[in-house]
């Protein structure tokens, strides 16, 4: 190793900032396992699923949607053009996989039984789906990342490997990802009594999916957006103005069938009284769903990159909010409870989320992850990988648009 | 063969002998908790000039039992819903998920446990009543086959109309459950949850995970559809285009 080029990071404020999450969450997490959930968290007997379910669970796995969404959209539908952002977006859902493991590795009360899921089986637990989601969805995802890492380090062998069973293991992604977003709505369809009616539905299911595929197309904007700004990366603006466009097709899709569902289940009137809940559900529909697709209809705003980013951040926040009133604020009055997460839940929360950052900045150093970057990525004519592997790679087949040019 | 309990909320006196019976039972620690705690299956609320148990209700068909990823809970064939401490991995689903709000949580233990009223499922297996129901002085909670106290229940109600409520809490709440109540005052007046649904809650998520298999199926067949037809098409424009250039040589 060469020590000369080891040296001391500068201290930027982002740095500092970084470096004072992970301390207190470290401190956090200190506490989680030395005195236990009780001293570290607010969760009750009453309300045993707090923020680590609701923010680092469900919203994790939501936000790391991008990859199932795009993989499929490049693999299945062949939209060539999609290419060059695979790459981050398949990062991107790895990393957030990865955290929402280490997160419940937080929040199981016995984390180191946590493979009993895989030997003890109860078909009937949604639970149980989720269990095995995770853990096939991340075996499926290493594979879809490993290409970078065997790029990386010259392995020609492996990379012909993955690139022969590339289409089966994007088809299971997909399967996978769909059953385990759904999942995660369906683990509330046991809980008709605890829901509130405006969030309680039989199809769940289908709008935990929805919202994240919507989010998947979102999330990549967003990051597309903040790596520009981090890396000094051209924006590929046609093609994430294309996301933007797709977007309003889901979200619309997603508004007709919340209204539909209010009107099936006849509770309509529950969106008219003066409760936190009717509040909630208001912001929620108006800024995470009407307010990001109308603005995404029109042209200039799909084009304009802040547009783009901000449009993509409303959807963003909307979704958050959403799984949010789901696992906890349409979920305390039925619990006949209150609940707000405790410091040191918030400092454990906070600390993954800075540690995706982090490591996706530094992944994407290290790693050839984005199409115009100094090491060699993106598009055969760049890339320096033998013949054999330029048709049927991850991110090596020739992007389409580039060929009609 | 499915064991139970009855409580007749107009018997009991308040004087929480089913409390102390529970604690020596299962030895637990003596304490005061005002309501059911990892240390306290089973607590006698006031409710007004009423003294009403609560405890694990024993369901017949169990949420906990059905949400458990690893099948730390189950459902005795005789009665009692047990757990399994050494499955147990803490994801706390049957917490949130049991309607009635039950099971307890060892929050302060680094190896926490879920805790709740196991029915005395040892003395039960032997033949013998529960704990509780053999300290109760007043006959206000009594031991036995569910069915037998169903028709118990119904015999107090038809014998003294003018002073029950017409109604067996535990009868058809949830798809039935272990432990029935009968009263003289209305039940959602005690504290009792009267929005309940009448089926077993399992059916909900499993209306939904059974049909999995049928999703991967029809799903992986459709998506490799999608792409033989898609790269087809890819196939066909690059041909197309070598005969295009083929003739613009021509």
Same mark, same amino acid.
């Given at each position: 190793?060469?020590?000369?080029?080891?040296?001391?990071?500068?201290?930027?404020?982002?740095?500092?900032?970084?470096?004072?999450?992970?301390?207190?969450?470290?401190? /956090?997490?200190?506490?989680?396992?030395?005195?236990?959930?009780?001293?570290?968290?607010?969760?009750?007997?009453?309300?045993?699923?707090?923020?680590? @379910?609701?923010?680092?669970?469900?919203? %994790?796995?939501?936000?790391?949607?991008?990859?199932?969404?795009?993989?499929?959209?490049?693999?299945?539908?062949?939209?060539?053009?999609?290419?060059?952002?695979?790459?981050?977006?398949?990062?991107?859902?790895?990393?957030?996989?990865?955290?929402?493991?280490?997160?419940?590795?937080?929040?199981?009360?016995? *984390?180191?039984? @946590?493979?009993?899921?895989?030997?003890?089986?109860?078909?009937?637990?949604?639970?149980?789906?989720?269990?095995?989601?995770?853990?096939?969805?991340?075996?499926?995802?290493?594979?879809?990342?490993?290409? @970078?890492?065997?790029?990386?380090?010259?392995?020609? %062998?492996?990379?012909?490997?993955?690139?022969?069973?590339?289409? *089966?293991?994007?088809?299971?992604?997909?399967?996978?990802?769909?059953?385990?977003?759904?999942?995660?709505?369906?683990?509330?369809?046991?809980?008709?009594?605890?829901?509130?009616?405006?969030?309680?539905?039989?199809?769940?299911?289908?709008?935990?999916?929805?919202?994240?595929?919507?989010?998947?197309?979102?999330?990549?904007?967003?990051?597309?957006?903040?790596?520009?700004?981090?890396?000094?990366?051209?924006?590929?603006?046609?093609?994430?103005?294309?996301?933007?466009?797709?977007?309003?097709?889901?979200?619309?899709?997603?508004?007709?069938?919340?209204?539909?569902?209010?009107?099936?289940?006849?509770?309509?009137?529950?969106?008219?009284?003066?409760?936190?809940?009717?509040?909630?559900?208001?912001?929620?529909?108006?800024?995470?769903?009407?307010?990001?697709?109308?603005?995404?209809?029109?042209?200039?705003?799909?084009?304009?990159?802040?547009?783009?980013?901000?449009?993509?951040?409303?959807?963003?926040?909307?979704?958050?909010?959403?799984?949010?009133?789901?696992?906890?604020?349409?979920?305390?009055?039925?619990?006949?409870?209150?609940?707000?997460?405790?410091?040191?839940?918030?400092?454990?929360?906070?600390?993954?989320?800075?540690?995706?950052?982090? @490591?996706?900045?530094?992944?994407?150093?290290?790693? *050839?992850?984005?199409?115009?970057?100094?090491? *060699?990525?993106?598009?055969?004519?760049?890339?320096?990988?033998?013949?054999?592997?330029?048709?049927?790679?991850?991110?090596?087949?020739?992007?389409? /648009?580039?060929?009609?040019? | 063969?499915?064991?139970?309990?009855?409580?007749?909320?107009?018997?009991?006196?308040?004087?929480?002998?089913?409390?102390?019976?529970?604690?020596?039972?299962?030895?637990?620690?003596?304490?005061?908790?005002?309501? !059911?705690?990892?240390?306290?299956?089973?607590?006698?609320?006031?409710?007004?000039?009423?003294?009403?148990?609560?405890?694990?209700?024993?369901?017949?068909?169990?949420?906990?039992?059905?949400?458990?990823?690893?099948?730390?809970?189950?459902?005795?064939?005789?009665?009692?819903?047990?757990?399994?401490?050494?499955?147990?991995?803490?994801?706390?689903?049957?917490?949130?998920?049991?309607?009635?709000?039950?099971?307890?949580?060892?929050?302060?233990?680094?190896?926490?446990?879920?805790?709740?009223?196991?029915?005395?499922?040892?003395?039960?297996?032997?033949? !013998?009543?529960?704990?509780?129901?053999?300290?109760?002085?007043?006959?206000?909670?009594?031991?036995?086959?569910?069915?037998?106290?169903?028709?118990?229940?119904?015999?107090?109600?038809?014998?003294?109309?003018?002073?029950?409520?017409?109604?067996?809490?535990?009868?058809?709440?949830?798809?039935?459950?272990?432990?029935?109540?009968?009263?003289?005052?209305?039940?959602?007046?005690?504290?009792?949850?009267?929005?309940?649904?009448?089926?077993?809650?399992?059916?909900?998520?499993?209306?939904?995970?059974?049909?999995?298999?049928?999703?991967?199926?029809?799903?992986?067949? !459709?998506?490799?559809?999608?792409?033989?037809?898609?790269?087809?098409?890819?196939?066909?424009?690059?041909?197309?285009?070598?005969?295009?250039?083929?003739?613009?040589?021509?």
């Amino acid at each position: 190793m060469n020590f000369s080029r080891l040296r001391i990071p500068r201290i930027t404020f982002w740095r500092a900032v970084v470096a004072v999450f992970m301390i207190l969450g470290v401190y /956090a997490l200190f506490v989680r396992y030395t005195r236990g959930l009780g001293a570290s968290s607010h969760m009750t007997d009453l309300f045993p699923w707090g923020l680590w @379910i609701g923010f680092d669970l469900l919203c %994790g796995v939501g936000l790391a949607a991008g990859g199932f969404t795009i993989c499929a959209a490049v693999y299945i539908f062949n939209v060539e053009r999609f290419r060059p952002i695979i790459r981050p977006t398949i990062l991107t859902s790895f990393l957030g996989y990865l955290l929402v493991i280490t997160a419940l590795l937080v929040d199981l009360g016995r *984390p180191y039984r @946590i493979w009993h899921a895989l030997v003890m089986w109860n078909p009937h637990s949604v639970m149980f789906e989720v269990a095995w989601c995770v853990m096939l969805y991340t075996t499926v995802l290493a594979l879809e990342f490993s290409p @970078i890492v065997f790029e990386k380090f010259k392995l020609e %062998g492996p990379l012909k490997i993955i690139h022969k069973i590339s289409i *089966p293991l994007v088809i299971l992604g997909v399967i996978l990802s769909t059953l385990h977003q759904s999942s995660l709505g369906s683990l509330y369809l046991i809980m008709p009594t605890k829901l509130h009616p405006l969030w309680y539905s039989p199809i769940l299911p289908i709008f935990f999916f929805v919202s994240a595929v919507a989010v998947g197309l979102c999330m990549t904007i967003f990051e597309s957006y903040l790596s520009n700004r981090a890396f000094k990366k051209k924006l590929e603006m046609d093609l994430l103005a294309d996301l933007g466009k797709i977007a309003v097709v889901v979200l619309a899709v997603l508004l007709v069938l919340k209204v539909q569902d209010l009107q099936y289940r006849h509770v309509w009137r529950y969106l008219f009284q003066p409760t936190q809940e009717a509040f909630l559900y208001w912001i929620e529909v108006t800024m995470g769903i009407i307010v990001p697709m109308v603005l995404l209809m029109f042209r200039k705003v799909r084009y304009h990159s802040f547009g783009l980013f901000a449009s993509a951040l409303l959807v963003l926040l909307g979704f958050v909010m959403n799984r949010l009133n789901v696992s906890i604020t349409g979920m305390t009055r039925g619990s006949m409870t209150t609940y707000f997460p405790s410091f040191l839940e918030i400092m454990v929360t906070v600390m993954i989320v800075s540690l995706g950052f982090v @490591i996706f900045s530094q992944a994407s150093r290290f790693f *050839p992850i984005f199409a115009d970057s100094k090491e *060699p990525v993106g598009t055969a004519s760049e890339l320096p990988v033998p013949e054999a592997d330029r048709s049927e790679s991850f991110a090596n087949r020739p992007s389409y /648009a580039r060929s009609r040019h | 063969m499915s064991k139970g309990l009855l409580i007749d909320i107009t018997k009991c006196i308040g004087c929480r002998s089913c409390e102390a019976a529970c604690k020596a039972q299962n030895k637990l620690p003596e304490n005061n908790d005002p309501d !059911l705690t990892a240390t306290t299956y089973t607590k006698v609320m006031e409710r007004g000039d009423r003294f009403v148990r609560k405890m694990c209700m024993h369901c017949q068909n169990p949420t906990c039992v059905s949400v458990c990823p690893v099948g730390a809970l189950q459902k005795t064939n005789y009665g009692p819903v047990v757990y399994d401490e050494s499955k147990c991995m803490g994801c706390r689903y049957c917490m949130a998920a049991c309607p009635f709000q039950v099971p307890r949580y060892e929050w302060s233990s680094a190896f926490p446990r879920v805790r709740k009223c196991i029915m005395c499922k040892d003395r039960v297996a032997q033949g !013998l009543q529960t704990a509780c129901a053999e300290a109760c002085p007043v006959g206000a909670t009594t031991f036995g086959e569910r069915d037998d106290l169903i028709h118990e229940a119904q015999d107090r109600i038809r014998q003294e109309p003018g002073k029950y409520v017409n109604q067996i809490y535990g009868f058809s709440e949830v798809g039935g459950t272990g432990v029935l109540f009968i009263t003289d005052v209305p039940f959602e007046k005690l504290g009792f949850r009267t929005d309940l649904l009448k089926e077993p809650y399992p059916m909900l998520t499993w209306n939904v995970l059974s049909k999995i298999p049928n999703f991967v199926g029809v799903g992986a067949t !459709l998506l490799f559809g999608i792409w033989w037809i898609t790269s087809r098409r890819e196939e066909v424009k690059k041909e197309e285009a070598e005969a295009l250039s083929k003739k613009d040589k021509h």
